[in-house]
C-alpha cells in the first residue's frame, strides 16, 4: 500500500452495539493493515478495546469524530473472511448485535479492553529471567496486588496502549485474564513417581535394594520400589514416570512411597496434564462395518452426491460412532479438516476416548471449560490448517466459530438436543443450524445423527431437502429393549406402591440386581424434594428473587433456587399460619438415592446431576466406576440420556413420566418420547436385550404407547398433524420478544404498548403479551410476546418490520430502561 493513503477501518468492538466502529489508521500502519487482524482502538473518553477489523476503505465517516487506531496486534489475520460473514449471518438471523457474535465466538484472550482484569498465572513459577523491564513491573505489582486492570497496569508502567505486553505475557504463560477465572479454569495435576537418578542403572538399584533388604522393616519399602521400576516405562534411555495414585492402587502404602521419598531414593513431583485422556501411543484399526451399517454408508454417500445434508435416524446402539469414523476418515484421505458436534462436551467422554483411539493427536476438543491456551492452540492450528493436529475438532456448539480453512465434513451427533441452543447471552443461536450455514460457505457436507431427530430434521428429510438414511437394526442384532409401564394409579389404590417406588420396578429391580446386572433410573428433576409445604394452610417457601419455590437439598440441607442461587435454612414453622406441621412433597434425585437403600439394602447407589458432578472430574470418576461395575444403580437426570454406553445395564426405570408429559410447551410430547427413547436405549446394548420400567399415572397416554412400541413415526405422524393444525414448526416460524423489567406494573403498560404496535400487523399470528410460566426471575418481572409467521413469508422483511417497531418502542422515554431478550427459533 502507497505510505500516504488515508486508510480508515470498520472495526467489530466485543461490545453490544449493533454497528461497526470506524477508526481513521495512522500511515506508519499503513502496511500491516488486513481485515482480520485485531487492532487497539479507543472509545469513550478513556477506554480501550480489542476489536477486529471487518473492512478497509478510504469513506470518511461524517457521523462522528473519528478517532485512530492506537495499534495492530497481529502479524497474520486470526479471523477469516469466511467467520466474518458468518457473523454477519447470525447477527441478522438471530437478531443480535455484532459485538455480541464476536464475543460468542472469540476467545477471550482475544479480547483484552481496559476493563479487563489480569491475574498472575496459577502455574507461573515466578522466574522472572525471561521477562522484559516492562513485564517484570506488571508481575512485580501482580504479586503484590493479586489482581489489576489493563487501565491499572497502564498507569503503572506508563504506556497508554498496554494490551501488547499483556498478550505476550498471557503467551508465556505468566498471567490469566478475569475471564478464565470465571470459567472455573485451574490447571489439572496429578503427583508422579520415579526413581531417583543415582538409582537408574542395574548396579545402584541393586545395591539399594540389598541395602532395604537387610532391614526388616523396610518390607514395604522394597515393595514400592520394585513396584515403581516395574511400572515405570522407558522411551531413549528417558524414564516416564508413573502416577502416585496407580502405585497405591497396586496395595504400595503411601508412607512406603513417603519415606523412598525422604532417603531420595524415589522423586515425588507434581506435573500438570491435560483434562483430556491422552491418546494410545498406537491408534486402534479401524473396525469393519456390519451389513446394516455397511448399506447405511452407502446411502449416506449416495445421498451426499445430490444434496449437502443428510439425516442419519439410528435406533440406539445401531452402530452410528463407526458410521462416522469411516466418514471421517474419508475426509481425512483427502485432507479436509472435520468438525465433530455434540451436545455437550463433559458428557461425551466415551465418544471422545474413542474418537482419539482411532485418530489420536488428530483429534482436538474445543469447549468454553477448557483454558484459554488450550483453546487458541487449536484455533492457530485450524488456522493454519495444521496437518498433523487437531484435523477433526469435537466440540460443543461454540466450536463452530472456528477458523476453519479446509472443511470437508460437520457430524451433528444426537441433533436433537436443545443443548445446541444459546439461550443467554445473545447470539441466542442454534449451532445444528448455523452448522449448516457453515457447510454451505466451505461446500462441506452436513450429518445429523439422531435415534429421535428433530421433528424438524425429519419434516426436511421426508420434502426431500435433505438425504434421508433410517437404520432400525441394533449392532450385533441385539433387540431393542422390552418396555413396559407401571400403572401408579392402580398401584396407589392397591396400596402396593413403597414411597415412589411401584412393586412392579422393586420386583424387576431385585430380579435384575439377582442377575449381577446394573440398573439406570431416570428422574428429570435434582435436590431432595421440590416443596417444602404447610399442611394447614399450604404456604410454600418461596424464592425472595423469582415466582418459584425452593426446592431442598439434603446433603447441605438447604432450601435453593435453582433459578439464581438463592438458599435458605429450612423453616421450623409455617411462614403464614406458624403452624409446626410442615411437609415435603414430590421428589428428585437425592431423595430416590435416599430411599433406595432402604427397600434394596447392601447395593451401591451414586447419582449423576447438576449437584453430583460439580467437582472437578467427578462426572469421569462416576462413570468409570459404574463402568467398573463398582456401583448397582445410577440415578440421574438427563445426563443419563446422553452418549452413555454400558455393557452390563439389563433394567432402566423411568420414575416419573408425567412430569415430563404436562409441561406447558408445544415442543412437551416430542421432548417426552426423545428423552424417555433416549434413556431407555442404555438398556441391553451389547449382549442381551434389556428391560425399561415406565412409571406413570396415565399408562394409556399415547406418547407412552408410542415409546413402548418403539415407534417414532407414528410419534412424528400424530405430532406433526398436530403442529400443521396449530401453526407451529416446521409449519410456521418462531420469534419470541420477552420484556423484563424490575416494576411490575411499568412492565404490564410496557408490554401491552408493544403488543398492540405488533398486532396491528401480525394480527391473530401474535400471542401474548402473556405471563409465563416462572413470572419473575433474579427480580425481573417478564412478559412473553410470541410471533408466529409462515414459512413463506420473508423473514428478513418480519425481522425488519420488528426491528423497527422496537426503535419505536425504545425510543420512547419512559420505555428506555424496558429491556427485550430476541429469540429466533426459540426451543
Known amino acids: 500500500m502507497t505510505d500516504r493513503i488515508t486508510y480508515f477501518v470498520d472495526v467489530v468492538l466485543p461490545l453490544s452495539i449493533p454497528n461497526t466502529y470506524t477508526y481513521r489508521l495512522p500511515f506508519e500502519l499503513n502496511d500491516q493493515v488486513a481485515v482480520g487482524k485485531r487492532v487497539i482502538v479507543p472509545l469513550g473518553r478513556a477506554k480501550y478495546y480489542t476489536g477486529v477489523i471487518k473492512t478497509v476503505h478510504q469513506k470518511i465517516p461524517t457521523a462522528y469524530q473519528v478517532k485512530y487506531v492506537e495499534t495492530i496486534l497481529d502479524e497474520q489475520p486470526i479471523i477469516t473472511q469466511k467467520q466474518l460473514t458468518l457473523w454477519d449471518w447470525i447477527a441478522s438471523y438471530y437478531m443480535a448485535d455484532i459485538g455480541d457474535v464476536m464475543n460468542a465466538a472469540v476467545p477471550s484472550n482475544f479480547k483484552l479492553a481496559s476493563e479487563t482484569i489480569i491475574f498472575l498465572h496459577p502455574s507461573y513459577e515466578r522466574d522472572h529471567e525471561n521477562l522484559s523491564n516492562r513485564e517484570y513491573l506488571i508481575v512485580e505489582a501482580l504479586e503484590l496486588q493479586e489482581s489489576l486492570t489493563l487501565k491499572e497496569i497502564a498507569e503503572i508502567i506508563q504506556i497508554k496502549t498496554i494490551q501488547p505486553i499483556i498478550k505476550l505475557l498471557i503467551e508465556k504463560k505468566v498471567v490469566i485474564v478475569s475471564e478464565e477465572l470465571k470459567s472455573k479454569y485451574n490447571p489439572k495435576y496429578l503427583s508422579f513417581v520415579k526413581v531417583h537418578e543415582d538409582y537408574n ?10 541395602a532395604l533388604e537387610k532391614d526388616k522393616r523396610a518390607e514395604g519399602q522394597v515393595s514400592a520400589l520394585l513396584k515403581t521400576v516395574q511400572l515405570t516405562k522407558w522411551t531413549d534411555q528417558k524414564q516416564i514416570p508413573v502416577t502416585k495414585k496407580q502405585l497405591i492402587e497396586t496395595g504400595i502404602s503411601e508412607s512406603s512411597i513417603q519415606t523412598l521419598a525422604k532417603k531420595g531414593i524415589l522423586e515425588i513431583f507434581l506435573s500438570e496434564i491435560s483434562r483430556l485422556e491422552e491418546s494410545d501411543d498406537k491408534v486402534h484399526k479401524i473396525k469393519a462395518l456390519s451389513p446394516a451399517q455397511e448399506n447405511a454408508f452407502t446411502e449416506i454417500k449416495s445421498a451426499f452426491v445430490e444434496k449437502d445434508i443428510c439425516l442419519l435416524h439410528g435406533v440406539t446402539s445401531s452402530g452410528k460412532t463407526e458410521i462416522y469414523v469411516k466418514l471421517i476418515q474419508e475426509a481425512l484421505d483427502k485432507e479436509e479438516q472435520v468438525l465433530f458436534l455434540l451436545p ?6 466415551q465418544l471422545i476416548t474413542r474418537l482419539k483411539a482411532y485418530f489420536g493427536d488428530l483429534v482436538g476438543v474445543y469447549h468454553s471449560r477448557f483454558n484459554q491456551n488450550e483453546r487458541i492452540e487449536i484455533w492457530n492450528h485450524i488456522l493454519n490448517n495444521s496437518k498433523n493436529q487437531y484435523r ?67 419434516f426436511n428429510a421426508k420434502e426431500n431437502r435433505y438425504g434421508l438414511v433410517e437404520l432400525f437394526e441394533r449392532y450385533g442384532g441385539v433387540q431393542l429393549p422390552e418396555i413396559q409401564c407401571a400403572d401408579l394409579e392402580k398401584e396407589t389404590k392397591n396400596r402396593s406402591m413403597k414411597s415412589h417406588f411401584s412393586s412392579f420396578l422393586l420386583t424387576e429391580m431385585e430380579e435384575a440386581l439377582k442377575r449381577k446386572e446394573q440398573i439406570i433410573l431416570f428422574q428429570n428433576r435434582r435436590g431432595y424434594t421440590p416443596l417444602w409445604s404447610c399442611e394447614m394452610c399450604n404456604w410454600t417457601v ?61 447395593i451401591t447407589v451414586q447419582r449423576l446431576d447438576l449437584d453430583s458432578t460439580r467437582a472437578k472430574n467427578a462426572y469421569q470418576r462416576i462413570i468409570e466406576d459404574f463402568e467398573n461395575r463398582k456401583i448397582d444403580v445410577l440415578i440421574g437426570t438427563q445426563m443419563v440420556t446422553k452418549g452413555l454406553d454400558f455393557d452390563n445395564v439389563g433394567l432402566v426405570g423411568v420414575l416419573s413420566a408425567d412430569q415430563m408429559l404436562k409441561f406447558p410447551d408445544f415442543r412437551a410430547f416430542e421432548r417426552s418420547y426423545q428423552l424417555m427413547s433416549q434413556v431407555a436405549g442404555r438398556a441391553g446394548r451389547k449382549s442381551k436385550r434389556g428391560k425399561v420400567i415406565i412409571q406413570s399415572f396415565d399408562p394409556n397416554h399415547w406418547i407412552i404407547q408410542k415409546v413402548m412400541q418403539h415407534d417414532y413415526i407414528g410419534m412424528y405422524t400424530q405430532e406433526i398433524l398436530e403442529r400443521k393444525n396449530f401453526n407451529y414448526p416446521p409449519f410456521y416460524r418462531i420469534i419470541t420478544l420477552q420484556l423484563r423489567h424490575r416494576d411490575s ?13 405488533l398486532k396491528v400487523i401480525f394480527k391473530d399470528r401474535l400471542l401474548g403479551p402473556e405471563t409465563p410460566l416462572v413470572g419473575r426471575v433474579r427480580n425481573l418481572f417478564l412478559k412473553n410476546i410470541t410471533i408466529k409467521f409462515e414459512r413463506t413469508a ?4 418480519v425481522k425488519k418490520i420488528i426491528a423497527d417497531k422496537l426503535n419505536e418502542f425504545q425510543s420512547q422515554h419512559d420505555y428506555r430502561s424496558v429491556r427485550v431478550v430476541i429469540d429466533v427459533d426459540p426451543q
Open 201 to 210: 542403572n542395574e548396579t545402584s538399584l541393586g545395591d539399594i535394594l540389598n
Open 344 to 349: 455437550e462436551i463433559a458428557l461425551t467422554t
Open 392 to 458: 477433526i475438532v469435537l466440540g460443543a456448539r461454540s466450536s463452530v466459530f472456528l477458523p476453519f480453512q479446509n472443511l470437508g465434513l460437520i457430524i451433528v451427533d444426537e441433533e436433537h438436543e436443545n443443548s445446541f441452543k444459546q439461550y443467554d447471552p445473545s447470539p441466542r443461536y442454534n449451532a445444528r443450524d448455523v452448522s449448516i450455514v457453515l457447510a454451505k460457505q466451505h461446500q462441506a457436507k452436513v450429518l445429523l445423527g439422531s435415534a429421535t431427530p428433530a421433528l424438524e430434521s425429519y
Open 542 to 602: 418461596q424464592c425472595k428473587n423469582c415466582d418459584v419455590s425452593l426446592t431442598y437439598h439434603k446433603a447441605s440441607n438447604v432450601l435453593k433456587c435453582h433459578y439464581c442461587g438463592y438458599f435458605v435454612s429450612p423453616p421450623s414453622s409455617c411462614g403464614a399460619c406458624g403452624s409446626k406441621k410442615l411437609k415435603m412433597l414430590g421428589f428428585g434425585t437425592e431423595k430416590i438415592e435416599d430411599e433406595l437403600v432402604m427397600f434394596l439394602p447392601k
Open 745 to 757: 406494573n411499568l412492565l404490564e403498560v410496557a408490554a401491552a404498548e408493544l403488543g398492540n404496535s
Open 794 to 797: 420473508s423473514p428478513p422483511k
